[in-house]
């Protein structure tokens, strides 16, 4: 009676641990997706994917996530049924290949991935998961995709033309492209939604534009390989994972545009998330050093979670109410 009491109250903790927020990273040399706590920073379950998942995103009712799968040819995108945590499709995308970068049209109705050696964007109808158009960026090597908080625009990073080209998601007609610096890569909308930071990865700087105009304010120095960034929920700082060697969280003063703080982390950090309490940062390491989870206040590494190898894109995941 003891013993199956015992199993009673370790499943009810169980639920009970996983019932709020869940952490979703992707191995992309795993091939796995992996569900964390983000509370107890325990590794719930892994799942296999597509192979080399290397962006993703959620729709907006938490039911659905879309991979991009990059390994060559990489030309497909997986479809992952979060409330089974089960992977149940694979889109073909044809002669759009190295599917990358991934977003969300507000409205849920479509997701859009980066193509980049094919210079075009994918869009992908999220009622059909089927592939309904391919959209030209007019820049070399697409690698990151943004779709603007109004729904009305497509921007992308592109590596090679060292700009980022402004795209009408109706019409899919070119608006315009904004130089930026050597490799620019990761993008955010500041919170505010009145400037979109682009980081020039290989260049060691950070290009500010007005969205407003679609003009670049400034540049300023980020030294290391600035890969990716994520903004406090209040706007005052920016987190950069660098993609170096050593690995390092770059911590920046938004307003000031100076570094507070560099935090070391695992080798070449990437991926990058923010606890919902805004108490923790995880960012995700290239090959096998793990999710370094950082805390905001003491700017300190908390732990190391071993989701698998590669763990890179990561999204907070909202369970829906109703399974």
């Not at 569900?35 to 993703?56: R, S």
């Amino acid at each position: 009676m003891l013993q199956f009491t015992a199993v009673i109250i370790a499943l009810m903790v169980s639920a009970s641990a996983s019932a709020g927020p869940v952490l979703a990273v992707a191995n992309k040399h795993d091939n796995t997706l992996s569900f964390v706590d983000p509370a107890t920073l325990e590794i719930l379950q892994t799942i296999p994917t597509g192979p080399n998942p290397h962006e993703m995103v959620i729709t907006p009712d938490q039911r659905i996530m879309y991979l991009s799968n990059y390994a060559p040819p990489g030309n497909t995108i997986s479809v992952i049924e979060l409330t089974q945590r089960k992977h149940i499709k694979q889109i073909p995308t044809g002669d759009y290949t190295r599917i990358h970068g991934a977003a969300m049209a507000p409205d849920g109705k479509h997701a859009y991935f980066t193509a980049g050696q094919t210079g075009f964007v994918v869009e992908v109808d999220t009622a059909t998961h089927e592939v309904t158009r391919g959209i030209p960026t007019h820049g070399e090597i697409s690698h990151m995709v943004l779709v603007s908080p109004d729904g009305k625009r497509l921007y992308t990073a592109n590596i090679v033309s060292k700009n980022v080209s402004v795209i009408d998601r109706a019409s899919g007609g070119l608006i315009t492209q904004i130089p930026c610096g050597e490799g620019v890569e990761g993008m955010a909308f500041t919170p505010d939604g009145k400037q979109l930071w682009a980081l020039n990865q290989t260049g060691g700087s950070v290009t500010l534009i007005e969205l407003a105009t679609h003009t670049p304010l400034e540049t300023f120095a980020c030294p290391g390989m600035p890969v990716r960034i994520h903004f406090s929920e209040d706007g005052t700082r920016a987190f950069i994972p660098s993609w170096t060697d050593k690995g390092e969280l770059i911590v920046i003063d938004v307003a000031a545009r100076k570094e507070i703080k560099r935090v070391p982390v695992g080798s070449f950090a990437i991926g990058i998330e923010l606890s919902p309490d805004g108490k923790r940062l995880f960012v995700g390491c290239e090959h096998e050093d793990g999710v370094h989870v950082v805390n905001t206040d003491s700017l300190t590494v908390e732990k190391i979670i071993h989701t698998g190898n590669g763990p890179d894109p990561m999204m907070m995941w909202f369970p829906p109410e109703k399974q």
